[in-house]
T-cell receptor, first 113, second 113 residues
Framework: SQQGEEDPQALSIQEGENATMNCSYK?????LQWYRQNSGRGLVHLIL?????REKHSGRLRVTLDTSKKSSSLLITASRAADTASYFC?????????????FGTGTSLTVIP | KAGVTQTPRYLIKTRGQQVTLSCSPI?????VSWYQQTPGQGLQFLFE???????NKGNFPGRFSGRQFSNSRSEMNVSTLELGDSALYLC????????????FGSGTQLSVL
């Protein structure tokens, strides 16, 4: 399977704390994306980082990418109860594969008010 | 601008039946992708359509098929349903293949009894 893995599978923190989740993937990539999914709903795009980038920020989100280790991390700072959701990394499937992505197994984040 | 619309939201079928799911992309988006999400296998790519043509297909049996209409709306069909087809089916749209950022609908929850 080309599917990536995320770690931890589940994470529970207090509101205001930072949350870090990690993603490992298997093949060379052009880019890596992070998505959020609220229970039983569709995914929402959070951030994209390209293979030639090492770090990217968007609001309270910070993403890092280490292509030598085939891994990425997502940091959510000053978490809020509304951040409670599952988070998935997604990697492209290679050249000329359009919008075919490999999604990780997901990290379930619970932020306790 | 309206988001990606999937109908129906919930569906219950019995083994051996067939089912058709519908997806209306965001206005102006011409690429539609379908993903299957299950607790055991996670998110898996089914296929992608652009300009009424299937561009990519994931590793699913021929019972899974789809099509796209001239207005970019897409349908997917599953014939001879099996218990293992129970899943959340997600549709995602983007401006074009390789646009990278996907906009997901809320999904159709299919239960096969």
């Amino acid at each position: 399977s080309q599917q990536g893995e995320e770690d931890p599978q589940a994470l529970s923190i207090q509101e205001g704390e930072n949350a870090t989740m990690n993603c490992s993937y298997k093949t060379s990539i052009n880019n890596l994306q992070w998505y959020r999914q609220n229970s039983g709903r569709g995914l929402v795009h959070l951030i994209l980082i390209r293979s030639n980038e090492r770090e990217k920020h968007s609001g309270r989100l910070r993403v890092t990418l280490d292509t030598s280790k085939k891994s990425s991390s997502l940091l959510i700072t000053a978490s809020r109860a509304a951040d409670t959701a599952s988070y998935f990394c997604a990697t492209d499937a290679g050249r000329n594969t359009g919008n075919q992505f490999y999604f990780g197994t997901g990290t379930s984040l619970t932020v306790i008010p | 601008k309206a988001g990606v619309t999937q109908t129906p939201r919930y569906l219950i079928k019995t083994r051996g039946q067939q089912v058709t799911l519908s997806c209306s992309p965001i206005s102006g988006h011409r690429s539609v992708s379908w993903y299957q999400q299950t607790p055991g296998q996670g998110l898996q790519f089914l296929f992608e359509y652009f300009s009424e043509t299937q561009r990519n297909k994931g590793n699913f049996p021929g019972r899974f098929s789809g099509r796209q209409f001239s207005n970019s709306r897409s349908e997917m069909n599953v014939s001879t349903l099996e218990l293992g087809d129970s899943a959340l089916y997600l549709c995602a749209s983007s401006l074009s293949p390789g646009d990278e950022k996907l906009f997901f609908g809320s999904g159709t929850q299919l239960s096969v009894l």
